[in-house]
């Protein structure tokens, strides 16, 4: 059995920034991640982050994760990739999976930084080769540096959909088109724009009907919705595509938390059932904190400085860091989160939080 | 359908060539990189075919999680190839149903 | 009522005429200026804080819409491949002879080079027609966003915004 003052689920941009931030103040982390490189999501975005400075904005997102990883290298935060962490029991124990053995751990703070999965939307055909997620597109493009296919059809214009989309072309694909069911562009306007210009079009309204192909996929078809999402018929169009990218929709992966007893509640804006949490990332079980996706889906930027908000309250829990420096340095990292959670974008996601955080009172 | 010189990304690393086998006809990989890619690489998108219906199933979530393209790998089967890294010699088989009763030792 | 950008994915004339980013037209016959084509609440500065001659305002708020200062403007051309969201273009419609040029940021490969005939292409994706590139800047302080400058019909400059290589 090994002890640890922390322990992290997750090396994503939640978890190595709670790691550095609870480190650099002394406390013993520990990072488990199942994945066999860290980072999470965060080394798959070839984009420039938004925000400013203090956001490392003009960064590409795997130029930032790189930068996380040697600051916890040099804090001596103990990274274990392919583990799996199988569950967490009373008092802080926990069970993790390195490789082939089981291992035994108990921490005094658990900080949950899972993330999300995607969600899925199935359709006639959607169980064809060539039918992907988004984050799947992402990862063999991105990562392992081939394209998915020639020819894709993105389905979801959240910021997901059209980054990826722009992805894409720069991996030398063609996108055949942006569709969303909802009316209006879930996405920031600048990445619609930018591959608006290179000829993508976007229909709105429309949701995908069928996958077509007889061993993998040799085309779509989309149809319009009306105003009650129903399909309109008569108004299916077809595009030859070889590849469909699901981008519907991210939904937090809270299983290690409802295992806990974590209390979770249902807020839309933010992708599902989230778990309730304080100012302080705290859930209503003492001791197990979350941030990043799993708190709520948002963006990297968010993930980061709310990790920093838990390890800042996890060192200060644990004794090393007293009242008036915590306080201060949480209200800085609050102060960065307010330009985040502005704006149309921001701001529902910030009215969302705060109701989770009144849902600690329940 | 390798990117050759990424616009943000430049080249992409990999490990030596190696050679593999997929269904008895000779392919070629990078050594560590998922075996899904390098068929991939090769044109193959189809992993498996379901136990009842026999369908066609290939690479979903590229990352471990959804099973869709678990392969025969020297004679094991279910193996997640989105994440298992290649290596020389590798004899990598379209599994159908639940693969062979025996894995080979 | 949504506006056209957030169904059609692009920004339409109309809706950047008042835009507080686009330099008037005396200014663009002047000399090479920015032109700012980012009209939504992102919370996002860099290109403030990269102007070394403070032509542009975001201001303390950082979701308030860039705005930029015509005069002060030197085109130097750093926040064309500084904005994260690749929103921003250089414009100079001083050339004689009815044309004009327009520099993009670009971030695909391969590079067209100086000299190339690409298709111009406006907000929407349409074709405008031919133009030939003139210049391409890649530093590595540019960070892999490359600009690409290319020559239109005066008319043009306010419209192309991409380019597609010929083959």
Redesign the interface.
């Known amino acids: 059995m090994h002890r640890y003052e922390m322990i992290c689920v997750g090396a994503g941009p939640a978890g190595l920034a709670a790691a550095v931030e609870a480190a650099k103040h002394g406390v013993q982390v520990i990072v488990f991640d199942e994945n066999e490189r860290p980072g999470g999501q965060l080394f798959k975005q070839i984009h420039k982050f938004f925000g400013s400075r203090e956001h490392r904005a003009m960064e590409r997102g795997f130029n930032i994760g790189n930068s996380f990883l040697d600051e916890a290298n040099e804090l001596g935060v103990e990274v274990s990739l392919n583990s799996v962490v199988l569950g967490i029991y009373e008092n802080g124990a926990m069970n993790v999976m390195v490789g082939d053995r089981i291992e035994q751990v108990k921490a005094q703070k658990i900080l949950v930084a899972t993330g999300a999965s995607e969600n899925m939307i199935p359709f006639p055909g959607w169980t064809l080769p060539g039918v992907i997620g988004a984050g799947a597109a992402q990862t063999m493009a991105n990562i392992h540096g081939i394209r998915p296919g020639n020819d894709i059809l993105m389905v979801g214009s959240g910021n997901v959909g059209v980054i990826v989309s722009y992805q894409m072309i720069q991996a030398g694909s063609r996108v055949a088109a942006v569709i969303d069911a909802a009316p209006k562009i879930g996405g920031y306007a600048v990445h619609a724009a930018k591959i608006a210009r290179v000829g993508v079009p976007f229909l709105m309204s429309h949701t995908i009907k069928a996958a077509h192909g007889k061993d993998r996929v040799e085309g779509a078809t989309v149809i319009q919705v009306d105003d009650s999402w129903k399909p309109i018929t008569g108004t299916e169009k077809r595009f030859d595509v070889d590849t469909i990218c699901i981008a519907v929709g991210l939904n937090p992966m809270t299983q290690l938390l409802r295992m806990a007893g974590c209390k979770l509640t249902y807020v839309p804006t933010l992708g599902g059932r989230i778990p309730a949490h304080d100012v302080n990332q705290e859930t209503s079980i003492k001791g197990i904190y979350v941030a990043g996706d799993i708190s709520g889906i948002e963006e990297a930027s968010t993930a980061i400085i709310e990790g920093r908000i838990a390890g800042l309250a996890i060192a200060h829990s644990l004794g090393y860091l007293d009242e008036d420096q915590f306080l201060d340095q949480r209200e800085q990292q609050y102060q960065s989160m307010k330009g985040l959670r502005s704006g149309s974008h921001g701001e529902r996601r910030g009215k969302a939080k705060k109701y989770l955080n009144a849902m600690m009172k329940g | 359908m390798r990117i050759e010189e990424h616009p943000i990304l430049g080249h992409f690393e990999k490990g030596p060539k190696v050679q593999f086998t997929f269904d008895g006809k000779p392919m070629e990989g990078f050594e560590g990189e998922p075996i899904a890619i390098a068929l991939r690489s090769n044109g193959v998108v189809i992993h498996r075919y379901t136990a009842r219906r026999n369908e066609p199933r290939g690479m979903f979530c590229a990352i471990g999680r959804c099973t869709d393209c678990i392969m025969v790998v020297n004679g094991r089967p279910n193996i997640r190839t989105c994440v298992e890294a290649l290596k020389s010699g590798m004899v990598v088989e379209t599994q159908k149903g639940k693969g062979p009763e025996k894995a080979m030792e | 009522m949504?506006r056209d950008?957030?169904?059609?994915?692009?920004?339409s004339d109309e809706e950047l005429k008042d835009s507080p980013g686009i330099p008037s037209e005396a200014r663009r016959k002047k000399s090479p200026v920015a032109a700012i084509?980012?009209?939504?609440?992102?919370?996002?500065?860099?290109c403030e804080?990269?102007c070394n001659v403070g032509a542009i305002i975001v201001g303390e708020?950082?979701?308030n819409l860039p705005h930029l200062d015509g005069e002060k403007c030197v085109a130097c051309q750093t926040c064309v491949y500084?904005c994260?969201?690749?929103?921003i273009f250089m414009v100079d419609e001083s050339l004689p002879d009815g044309k004009a040029t327009v520099m993009m940021p670009y971030?695909?490969?391969?590079l067209p080079e100086k000299g190339d005939l690409v298709i111009a292409?406006?907000?929407?994706?349409q074709e405008l027609g031919d133009a030939e590139v003139i210049a391409v800047r890649q530093t590595k302080r540019m960070?892999?966003?490359a600009t690409v400058t290319i020559e239109v019909p005066k008319d043009w400059s306010m419209r192309a915004?991409?380019i597609?290589l010929k083959n």
């Not at chain 3, 950008?5 to 920004?11: P, S, V």
């Not at chain 3, 084509?37 to 860099?46: G, M, S, T, V």
């Open positions: 949504p950008y957030k169904i059609t994915g692009f920004l084509e980012c009209l939504e609440d992102i919370p996002c500065n860099p804080s990269s708020d950082i979701t500084i994260p969201g690749q929103a971030e695909f490969r391969p292409l406006d907000r929407g994706g960070d892999q966003t915004r991409a597609r």
